[in-house]
C-alpha cells in the first residue's frame, strides 16, 4: 500500500537535473511531493489531482500518469537550498495519506 | 495564525509510562493526522481522523490511541511506553471534501515531537 520512490538517493552538482519516481498498486485520487530538511518538518511542494495534470513553480514540476498509477517530480538546474529528503504520498479520497520511504538527494557546488 | 502546534518538543518517558502528545491546529481543517518518523526513514502514518468524533487506523496504530472531540484538537496518547516508540511524532492538518466536488488539499505539519523511551 505504501508508494514505491526511486532512487532512493542521488547526488547532483548546482545546475544538474534530476527526475524522482512514484508508483502505487493502488487507484489514487490525489499525489502529494514534500520536501524535508534535516531536523524539521516536510514542506508542501505541490499536489497534482486526478486528471494527469502537470503543475510546477520555478524550476521544479511533476506530473501524474493516473492510468499507470505514477508520479514524478522534476527538479531542473537544481540549486543548493533543493537538498533534503523527498517524499511522494498517495492519497484516496476520505483522508488517509500514505507517504513513500523518501529520495536522499543532495546538491553540490 | 499559528498554525499546527504540537507538545512538547522533546519527552523522555522510562519503559512502561504512558504520555500524551498534544496536536492542536486554528485553521479550521476538517482532516488531522499522526506520523511517527524512525531516524533516517519515511513517515508512517499512525492514526487519522477526517472529522470530529471520526478516527480511523493508519499504517502503525498499536500501542496508541487517539481522540477527536473538537474540530481543533487530535491527541495521541501512548500506553505502556516501549523503546520501538522511540521516534519523532508530527501531526498535520489538511482540508478535504468527499461528494460530487471532492478534494484534498494540502498538509501542514506541527514542529514535531521527540521522543525517547529508555
Known amino acids: 500500500q505504501q508508494p514505491v520512490q526511486s532512487p532512493q538517493a542521488v547526488i547532483l552538482r548546482e545546475g544538474e537535473d534530476a527526475v524522482i519516481n512514484c508508483s502505487s498498486s493502488?487507484?489514487?485520487?490525489?499525489v502529494h511531493w514534500y520536501r524535508q530538511k534535516h531536523g524539521e518538518a516536510p514542506v508542501f511542494l505541490m499536489i497534482?489531482?486526478?486528471?494527469?495534470e502537470q503543475k510546477g513553480h520555478d524550476k521544479i514540476s511533476a506530473s501524474f500518469n493516473e492510468k499507470k498509477q505514477q508520479s514524478s517530480l522534476y527538479l531542473t538546474a537544481s540549486q543548493l537550498s533543493y537538498s533534503g529528503t523527498y517524499f511522494c504520498g498517495t492519497q484516496k479520497l476520505g483522508g488517509k495519506l500514505i507517504f513513500g520511504q523518501g529520495t536522499e538527494l543532495s546538491v553540490k557546488p | 495564525n499559528a498554525g499546527v502546534t504540537q507538545t512538547p518538543k522533546f519527552r523522555i518517558l522510562k519503559i512502561g509510562q504512558s504520555m500524551t502528545l498534544q496536536c492542536t491546529q486554528d485553521?479550521?481543517?476538517?482532516?488531522m493526522y499522526w506520523y511517527r518518523q524512525d531516524p533516517g526513514m519515511g513517515l508512517k502514518l499512525i492514526y487519522y481522523s477526517v472529522g470530529a468524533g471520526i478516527t480511523d487506523k493508519g499504517e502503525v496504530p498499536n500501542g496508541y490511541n487517539v481522540s477527536r472531540s473538537t474540530t481543533e484538537d487530535f491527541p495521541l496518547r501512548l500506553e505502556l511506553a516501549a523503546p520501538s516508540q522511540t521516534s519523532v511524532y508530527f501531526c498535520?492538518?489538511?482540508?478535504?471534501?468527499?461528494?460530487?466536488?471532492?478534494?484534498?488539499?494540502?498538509?501542514?505539519f506541527g514542529s514535531g515531537t521527540q521522543l525517547s523511551v529508555l
Open positions: 497534482l489531482l486526478k486528471g494527469g
Open positions: 493502488k487507484a489514487l485520487y490525489s
Open positions: 498535520a492538518s489538511s482540508y478535504g471534501r468527499t461528494g460530487p466536488v471532492a478534494t484534498n488539499e494540502k498538509l501542514f
Open positions: 485553521m479550521n481543517h476538517n482532516y
